[in-house]
């Protein structure tokens, strides 16, 4: 017998939840996800969200209010009589009324290891961080921001270099499994959740905000010890993206960083991680230790693996160097 569930999420990490949730034979009266938003170059062009596109594809109603502050939005979602509702990532606050609506109420898929990372980023803030693992969770929704009880996790480790736009899609991809999984222990009355308290008497984990990133956070601060450096740019990778300037043809020109190493984590340069007279010990943070974009930090150095220049593409930091080469001693992050 299947579940009546009520979808709720707005961008592509939330699709394949809501594909899973169809294709495991639950009924979906309804998909809520964000409006549509303007787009192109004077902001003429309404965007339907990557939620609404595959909802519509899928043949489901899409509802997407501004927000639940008018009564007769809680009556409308009320009137769906969901056995429950399902929310990834949706981006809007949900009333009281409204987690209390769904028979068995609401549930949700958490990108990270709860307590750790409550808040609009924790897949970006994880890397950031230098945390060694992450993971996806379904908890019961409650009042409280993300303090919810645990029901499911499903852990994957964080590699060195690796970036919130590759972690994304693989804990989206868990965010899938997971969720069918709790629903069919659901319908069988199997699912059994444990307090966030308990799960951090149990692991050490301690609750932490992962607040929302802010354009000031984007700038690389090359005065801040090597693994703070990567884990910044692997973090806002791809977007926002961490930047800095580099010098090219006499002129200083801001260059987003788009994946980078530090070199203690690099197998191929063990040397750079040590002192040494050319080492990151020896030279002004920011400055380039080699032709390769090794750059020397407040401590330690970070190789930079990928970069955008404001009027290219995404490539490879070799395919910049062939034809813009950054010779040793540059110094990055200038005026």
């Known amino acids: 017998m299947a579940l009546s569930v009520v979808f709720m999420g707005t961008p592509e990490f939330s699709v394949p939840t809501l594909a899973a949730i169809v294709a495991a034979g639950h009924r979906v009266p309804a998909v809520y996800t ?9 902001g003429l062009q309404l965007t339907p969200s990557p939620v609404q596109v595959e909802a519509e594809k899928l043949g ?36 009281q009324a409204l987690l209390d609506a769904p028979r068995f109420g609401c549930l949700n898929g958490h990108g990270s290891l709860l307590p750790r990372w409550r808040g609009a980023a924790p897949i970006q803030r994880a890397i950031e961080a230098g945390d060694a693992a992450t993971g996806m969770m379904v908890m019961r929704m409650e009042a409280g921001l993300d303090t919810g009880p645990v029901a499911l996790t499903a ?20 965010s899938a499994e997971l969720m069918v999984e ?19 008497a149990r692991t050490g984990r301690e609750p932490i905000y992962a607040r929302k990133i802010d354009k000031a956070e984007t700038r690389i601060d090359w005065t801040a010890d090597a693994k703070a450096v990567a884990g910044r740019i692997n973090g ?17 020109e801001r260059v987003k960083v788009l994946r ?7 197998a ?68």
């Open 268 to 335: 191929d340069s063990p040397g750079l991680s040590g002192k040494s007279d050319s080492g990151p010990d020896a030279a002004r943070p920011g400055t380039t230790l080699d032709d390769a974009l090794t750059v020397a930090c407040g401590a330690g150095a970070v190789r930079l693996l990928e970069v955008q220049r404001a009027s290219g593409r995404r490539v490879a930091a070799d395919e910049l160097l062939r034809g813009t080469p950054v010779p040793a001693g540059t110094l990055l992050g200038g005026e």
């Open 236 to 252: 806002f990778s791809p977007m926002p993206g961490a930047w800095t300037t580099m010098p090219f043809g006499g002129k200083s």
């Open 34 to 42: 964000q409006p549509p938003r303007k787009a192109g170059r004077r």
């Open 260 to 266: 980078a190493v530090a070199t203690d984590d690099l």
């Open 60 to 95: 489901l109603a899409v509802r997407s209010p501004l927000n639940f502050r008018d009564p007769a939005e809680i009556d409308a979602f009320t009137a769906l009589e969901a056995d429950v509702a399902v929310v990834v990532a949706y981006g809007l606050l949900l009333p």
């Open 182 to 200: 709790a629903l069919a222990k659901l319908e069988a009355g199997t699912l059994a959740f444990e307090d966030q308290a308990a799960i951090a």
């Open 155 to 174: 852990e994957t480790p964080i590699a060195p270099g690796e970036t919130a736009g590759e972690l994304q899609a693989r804990l989206s991809a868990m």
